[in-house]
């Protein structure tokens, strides 16, 4: 197993995708499977499948050190852990 221990992206050759190049590759892995993506059923399938991968993974353009760095001024004197949690309503989804 390779060990890596410079996590920066320096020299890193990474080409940004395009929302449109993204569509196309799930529409060419909806063709692989044996559907067909331009079917009733799947026109909007490949721009579902980026927005929700956009969503998923959205954590990795966010800075943790912001995220984290977040305060508790309610909650002195209190010495357990703080848990936060997002509700959603189904009106959300």
Same mark, same amino acid.
């Given at each position: 197993?390779?060990?890596? @221990?410079?996590?920066? !992206?320096?020299? +890193? !050759?990474? @080409?940004?995708? %395009?929302?449109? =190049? #993204?569509?196309?590759?799930?529409?060419?892995?909806? /063709?692989?499977?044996? &559907?067909?993506? /331009?079917? &009733?059923?799947? +026109? =909007?399938?490949? *721009?579902?499948?980026?927005? #929700?991968?956009? =969503?998923? $993974?959205?954590?990795?353009? &966010? !800075?943790?050190? *912001?995220?984290?760095? *977040?305060?508790?001024? !309610?909650? =002195?004197?209190?010495?357990?852990?703080?848990?936060?949690?997002?509700? $959603? %309503?189904? *009106? /959300?989804?």
């Amino acid at each position: 197993m390779k060990l890596v @221990k410079d996590t920066d !992206d320096k020299g +890193l !050759d990474t @080409k940004q995708v %395009s929302d449109k =190049e #993204a569509e196309d590759a799930f529409r060419t892995i909806l /063709s692989w499977m044996g &559907e067909d993506p /331009s079917r &009733e059923g799947l +026109l =909007e399938t490949p *721009k579902r499948v980026v927005k #929700a991968f956009k =969503e998923y $993974f959205k954590g990795y353009k &966010e !800075d943790p050190n *912001k995220i984290l760095d *977040k305060t508790f001024g !309610d909650v =002195e004197g209190y010495d357990d852990m703080v848990v936060q949690k997002k509700y $959603f %309503s189904a *009106k /959300s989804l």
